[in-house]
């Protein structure tokens, strides 16, 4: 009877499990991005990366992530601040100052900002960098 207990109670618990677990997804409208990085600075304190991109709405986009090194417990997350410039199809230009927090798990660096833009959207932004092949996958929801 014990082990028809144990074994219940484990089955339970592994199904369950699961669904206790947190994650975080921003769901709704949202602008895509890709693009490649296309230098990359390193200094004592961090580094700076810059991308280059088209986006759905503003056209091509130049972003700069100035990254810093500021976490005292982890050499592979910290926070970052950053500028977006992007001039669309018709010659508008728009700007954007970016800050939020960083992670790296192997060549994958995973970016998660607010960003204020010039035509007076805000937006969640997460980016997913691969530095070992240099692209970029951003997706910006809207306030």
């Given amino acids: 009877?014990?082990?028809?207990?144990?074994?219940?109670?484990?089955?339970?618990?592994?199904?369950?499990?699961?669904?206790?677990?947190?994650?975080?997804?921003?769901?709704?409208?949202?602008?895509?991005?890709?693009?490649?990085?296309?230098?990359?600075?390193?200094?004592?304190?961090?580094?700076?990366?810059n991308v280059v991109s088209d986006n759905e709405i503003y056209g091509k986009t130049w972003l700069t992530y100035n990254i810093d090194l500021d976490n005292p417990n982890s050499v592979n997350q910290g926070s970052f601040q950053g500028r977006a410039t992007a001039i669309n199809n018709d010659g508008s230009r728009v700007s954007s100052t970016r800050q939020g927090v960083w992670s790296r798990d192997g060549y994958i660096y995973s970016f998660y900002s607010l960003d204020d833009v010039s035509d007076g959207n805000q937006y969640i932004c997460i980016?997913?960098?691969?530095?070992?092949?240099?692209?970029?996958?951003?997706?910006?929801?809207p306030k």
Wanted: aromatic share 10%.
């Fill in 127 to 141: 980016t997913t960098m691969n530095v070992k092949d240099d692209s970029v996958e951003m997706r910006f929801y």
């Fill in 1 to 49: 009877m014990r082990k028809l207990t144990l074994a219940i109670t484990l089955a339970c618990f592994g199904f369950i499990a699961p669904l206790l677990t947190f994650g975080f997804e921003v769901v709704g409208d949202r602008v895509n991005l890709t693009g490649k990085i296309t230098s990359t600075t390193l200094t004592d304190e961090g580094g700076i990366i």
